[in-house]
Each structure stands twice: as structure tokens, then as C-alpha cells.
């Protein structure tokens, strides 16, 4: 079965930094645009970053344009997310996204992070 596994989130200081993974199995991942989106209680999913299959185009959402870096490694079927000068505005769970062409598309668990003041 398909999954996607995310793991790097915790708690950390207004102005300090976390590396997010999301490890990717049973499905051809470099096929795949590679999305973060985070969420906190009471509002809806939002994108953070998205990378291309191949890696050679990215985008950010405003909020975290500068500061946060996505990259991917499609020998280890993993999408990253860098995540600098970190904001208690940032504090959501993250989740990793998978999604193809086609239109079919996968969810990992979500990671938590927080960002204390």
C-alpha cells in the first residue's frame, strides 16, 4: 500500500529552523509533484511549497517565500522541507502530498510543528 511518511517536526524557538521529510514507497514517486501543506484547528489545508517531478520548478505560498526551501531526492523517494527563521505563525501540522497527472493523489500523516514565542 502506498505511504507516505513524515518525520523532522517538533518544537522549536521563534527564529530557529527544522528540516521536514516525507519518505515516499509503493509508487513511482518521480512521477510525482511533491507538495507541503499545513493546517491548524479550525482553518483549512493550505499550500506551503511544491516541487515538480523533476525537481526543476518550484513554488512557494507568500507567507513562507524566503525562509522555507523545498528540494526532492528521487533515488530516495523523499521530498524535504527547510524550514528557517520559523515564525509562531508557522505552527500547524505539515503534511506531504503526492500528487500525479492523472489526477490520483496521496496524503502522508501530517507532522507536527510548533514554534514557541
Known amino acids: 500500500q502506498v505511504q507516505l511518511v513524515e518525520t523532522g517536526g517538533g518544537l522549536v524557538q521563534t527564529g530557529g529552523s527544522l528540516t521536514l521529510s516525507c519518505a515516499a514507497s509503493?509508487?513511482?514517486?518521480?512521477?510525482?509533484?511533491m507538495s507541503w501543506y499545513r493546517q491548524v484547528p479550525g482553518k483549512e489545508r493550505e499550500l506551503v511549497a511544491a516541487?515538480?517531478?523533476?525537481?526543476?520548478?518550484?513554488n512557494y505560498a507568500d507567507s513562507v517565500k524566503g525562509r522555507f526551501t523545498i528540494s526532492r531526492d528521487n533515488n530516495k523517494n523523499t521530498v524535504y522541507l527547510q524550514m528557517n527563521s520559523l515564525k509562531p505563525e508557522d505552527t500547524a501540522v505539515y503534511y506531504c502530498?503526492?500528487?500525479?497527472?492523472?489526477?490520483?493523489?496521496?496524503w502522508g500523516q501530517g507532522t507536527q510543528v510548533l514554534v514557541s514565542s
Open positions: 516541487i515538480t517531478s523533476t525537481g526543476g520548478s518550484t
Open positions: 509503493r509508487f513511482t514517486f518521480s512521477s510525482y509533484v
Open positions: 502530498n503526492a500528487k500525479h497527472p492523472s489526477g490520483r493523489a496521496y
